[in-house]
């Protein structure tokens, strides 16, 4: 209950004051003291930490996530109300975006595990969606359950051609929000068009990832993942392939790299996506 109540004072707080959240909006790293959009991002946590309690208290789930969807001053619906935080990326010895850092500044390698590309593999048609890889499949790095990729070139850290240094780091998206909302939608707890949020997750996960060309073909694709889920809502035939995990895995999959914590905690919650997990 604390997380809520403090979550109500912070909005009520923007309500009761006429002053900037901060003397500088240069300050304010994410949004430049644009108080709406503080707003949006604090009733989508309240509906992320709403969603966290599915399991454990759908009561208490309902509640709060009806009074983030119901609030006058709205969700994260969109790319511009995105929550990023910049690296300092200036140069300086550590400052770069840290996969940019890992891989190229120190020439570590960054791997795909097993679990990951059996998600990403075929789904909606295509080899690698989203434009995550951007350069070709290195060999297997070892064998069996723990079996990796290591991908020479990964979208988030090659941006045209070059070491894209200066990334932000992705604090909370308007496809997770999408997600969230699909997933109760699907799941029964609140009335709303389950099939319409996902989809528009998908598109706008597509869009971050500059690919929105693709996103009609893959929404529409029955070609299955090698855990039996395919991207099109309406095929919910076979194993692997429920609404809730079609949703799941998409949500993991708009959540690479910097939100994984949210994929953990579904896994967690759900014991989804369907992950090789260590025993």
């Not at 941006?159 to 932000?168: A, L």
């Not at 998409?250 to 759900?270: T, V």
């Amino acid at each position: 209950d604390e997380y809520f109540r403090e979550l109500d004072a912070a909005i009520n707080g923007f309500n009761d004051s006429a002053q900037p959240i901060f003397s500088d909006a240069g300050i304010d790293l994410i949004y430049k003291n644009d108080v709406s959009k503080w707003k949006r991002f604090a009733n989508s946590l309240r509906l992320r930490l709403a969603v966290r309690l599915t399991e454990v208290d759908q009561e208490k789930c309902i509640a709060e996530a009806n009074a983030a969807i119901s609030s006058p001053a709205g969700l994260i619906s969109d790319k511009a109300d995105n929550a990023y935080m910049p690296p300092k990326a200036d140069g300086s010895w550590g400052q770069d975006y840290n996969y940019t850092m890992f891989q190229i500044t120190w020439s570590g390698p960054i791997c795909m595990s097993k679990s990951v590309e059996k998600l990403v593999t075929n789904i909606g048609g295509v080899a690698w969606p989203k434009g995550l890889v951007y350069g070709p499949k290195a060999e297997e790095a070892n064998t069996g359950i723990y079996q990796s990729k290591q991908c020479a070139e990964l979208g988030f850290i090659i941006k045209d051609g070059y070491p894209y240094k200066s990334r932000p780091y992705d604090l909370f998206l308007s496809e997770e929000v999408h997600f969230l909302k699909a997933e109760l939608y699907a799941r029964g707890f609140i009335a709303g068009d389950a099939k319409s949020e996902y989809e528009a997750g998908v598109r706008a996960s597509f869009a971050t990832w500059g690919v929105t060309s693709e996103v009609d073909d893959y929404l529409t694709s029955t070609e299955k993942n090698e855990a039996g889920t395919s991207a099109r809502y309406d095929d919910q035939q076979g194993a692997g392939n429920t609404a809730l995990e079609k949703i799941i895995t998409q949500k993991y999959i708009a959540g690479i790299p910097d939100l994984a914590q949210e994929g953990w905690n579904d896994k967690r919650r759900l014991n989804l996506p369907r992950l090789d997990v260590a025993v």
